[in-house]
T-cell receptor
Framework: ELKVEQNPLFLSMQEGKNYTIYCNYS?????LYWYRQDPGKSLESLFV?????AVKQEGRLMASLDTKARLSTLHITAAVHDLSATYFC?????????????FGKGTKLSVKP | DGGITQSPKYLFRKEGQNVTLSCEQN?????MYWYRQDPGQGLRLIYY???????QKGDIAEGYSVSREKKESFPLTVTSAQKNPTAFYLC????????????FGSGTQLSVL
């Protein structure tokens, strides 16, 4: 059974600082996703990572994937208040359909002035 | 504008009652999914459908039923057999390509009276 673990689950940062959220998964997968969720809202897709060594960046967020270590990271550079949200990683089991996602519990990020 | 529409936004269920959550998409996506989110948790897959008139159980299908009579529509019924239905329900859809993102609707918050 595929399990996805994120850490930390809660993260309080100061504006301007850098930090990394980690996502570990337990069995082989060929697709990993990062999502953002604001309170009471739906999920917004951030990144799709399909291959070992994949790196994607958008604004202050950068995601990477190491399939050998079964690890993805979401790096936050020079955090701003607008990045406050809950971030989820989700993994598709190898050979599974792309909506059959296994989600981590999420990392609740709070960026303070 | 293309997207996924869920209704209602809030729904209350009385004990012993079945309720149906609506999900409609105009993205011409073949695959549609229903997820459940409990407070402070990631999403869990209830049911999914990859083609009209066909659907499969996800990880937590007990107490739920679905139908897929049209490509655009994938309603979810929460039956009286679901003893703990209070949650945030999200519908999603995606296309056939491997790198396509999963698009989510805005969600339905279901509560028990």
């Amino acid at each position: 059974e595929l399990k996805v673990e994120q850490n930390p689950l809660f993260l309080s940062m100061q504006e301007g600082k850098n930090y990394t959220i980690y996502c570990n998964y337990s069995t082989t997968s060929d697709r990993l996703y990062w999502y953002r969720q604001d309170p009471g809202k739906s999920l917004e897709s951030l990144f799709v990572l399909l291959s070992n060594g994949a790196v994607k960046q958008e604004g202050r967020l950068m995601a990477s994937l190491d399939t050998k270590a079964r690890l993805s990271t979401l790096h936050i550079t020079a955090a701003v208040h607008d990045l406050s949200a809950t971030y989820f990683c989700a993994v598709v089991p190898y050979g599974g359909s792309q909506g059959n996602l296994i989600f981590g519990k999420g990392t609740k990020l709070s960026v303070k002035p | 504008d293309g997207g996924i529409t869920q209704s209602p936004k809030y729904l209350f269920r009385k004990e012993g009652q079945n309720v149906t959550l609506s999900c409609e998409q105009n993205l011409n996506h073949d695959a549609m999914y229903w997820y459940r989110q409990d407070p402070g948790q990631g999403l869990r897959l209830i049911y999914y459908s990859q083609i009209v008139n066909d659907f499969q159980k996800g990880d937590i299908a007990e107490g739920y039923s679905v139908s897929r009579e049209k490509k655009e529509s994938f309603p979810l019924t929460v039956t009286s057999a679901q003893k703990n239905p209070t949650a945030f329900y999200l519908c999603a859809s995606t296309g056939r390509m491997l790198n396509e993102k999963l698009f989510f609707g805005s969600g339905t918050q279901l509560s028990v009276l």
